[in-house]
């Protein structure tokens, strides 16, 4: 899951959250619940296949915006991350493995890439790590950030090659962030 606050953007988060509805149809994802109300937008929407199953590509999307403009959240959680952890290690276990690392793979890459989208919507400036979608206001911040995950190759393991971003991940770290 990839969570960040936003200050002073001149957006708001109904576009924001329209941005992102748009993005997920534009990916083939049905949109079985979009709920808003109380500065508050909510979707979730899945793609079903039995080759999604079988080759362990990413299923569902959850997305949060809450706030007002000037002052919001977003909120992504693609794949397996967290919650879902069950039914990848159930199919890890029939397919003896592969299913689990193709899904936590693709479930970081296409959620990096939906955060990039929709960080790119909201501010266009700023610069994203890849590995655990932290934003930084410049490339300076940005590459000291990136020779913490070079000096400390246990925090990459522990998001990527274990799948634990949730619980040793950046994401869980340093919750509600600000940029």
């Not at 959250?17 to 500065?39: A, P, V, W």
């Not at 979730?44 to 919001?72: C, L, M, P, Q």
């Amino acid at each position: 899951m990839i969570k960040h606050g936003f200050l002073e953007r001149d957006i708001e988060p109904s576009q924001v959250h329209d941005t992102i509805k748009d993005l997920l149809k534009k990916e083939n994802f049905t949109i079985t619940s979009d709920d808003s109300g109380n500065m508050m937008w909510e979707i979730h929407a899945k793609k079903s296949s039995r080759e999604r199953i079988i080759f362990g590509r990413v299923r569902d999307v959850d997305t949060v915006v809450s706030g007002s403009k000037g002052k919001f959240e977003v909120q992504l959680h693609a794949g397996i991350w967290g919650r879902d952890m069950a039914v990848p290690a159930i199919e890890g276990i029939a397919t003896l493995g592969i299913a689990t690392g193709v899904e936590l793979h693709s479930g970081h890459e296409f959620e990096m890439r939906l955060w990039e989208q929709i960080v790119h919507k909201i501010d266009p400036s700023l610069k994203i790590c890849n590995i655990d979608g932290l934003l930084f206001k410049n490339d300076q911040d940005l590459q000291t950030h990136m020779k913490t995950h070079q000096a400390s190759p246990a925090m990459g393991m522990g998001m990527m090659g274990m799948g634990m971003m949730g619980i040793m991940g950046m994401g869980m770290m340093m919750p509600g962030m600000w940029i």
